[in-house]
């Protein structure tokens, strides 16, 4: 048994240690919102949070998450409450969608770090998502508008 704390609840899974934490969360735990793209941490689809940090889970061994605290997009508001998400719908940013929760995930992070980031910060912060439509612009747009809307603007 693997012990994790998962959008803030512990969970025990009977799970192999090499799994990636992707699988462990999309087919053990049923939290699909964190998507397979590549399988090799280049596309950023499947980016969850590791003690608020973004990381890989499709090539994060759930074993070596150890005590750490992992947020899904699932955890990130109950309700599309999270500036972020409120962003990306005012913003009608997805175009596909599939990578977005991904996409998301980042942009928390980064806010969480840099509250009041400049386009550099952005593009350098979301460098390793990658959005096959193209909606890069929609992209930095809507982490400009959640920075304003976190700040109450």
């Known amino acids: 048994m693997i012990r994790l704390n998962i959008n803030g609840k512990d969970i025990e899974v009977d799970v192999d240690p090499d799994m990636p934490l992707l699988w462990v969360l999309r087919d053990t735990l049923s939290l699909t919102g964190t998507k397979f793209g590549c399988g090799m941490a280049v596309c950023g689809a499947c980016t969850v949070h590791l003690d608020g940090q973004p990381s890989r889970s499709c090539v994060t061994p759930v074993s070596a998450v150890?005590?750490?605290k992992i947020m899904t997009i699932e955890g990130l508001s109950p309700d599309n409450s999270h500036p972020v998400q409120r962003a990306w719908i005012e913003l009608d940013v997805p175009q596909c969608g599939y990578c977005q929760s991904g996409q998301i995930m980042s942009a928390a992070a980064l806010l969480a770090q840099t509250p009041q980031p400049t386009d550099a910060d952005i593009d350098a912060a979301m460098s390793g998502n990658i959005c096959r439509c193209g909606t890069?612009?929609?992209?930095r747009a809507a982490i400009h508008r959640a920075a304003a809307?976190?700040?109450g603007a």
Not at 136 to 139: G, S, T
């Open 66 to 68: 150890g005590a750490r």
């Open 136 to 139: 890069y612009q929609r992209i």
């Open 149 to 151: 809307l976190k700040s």
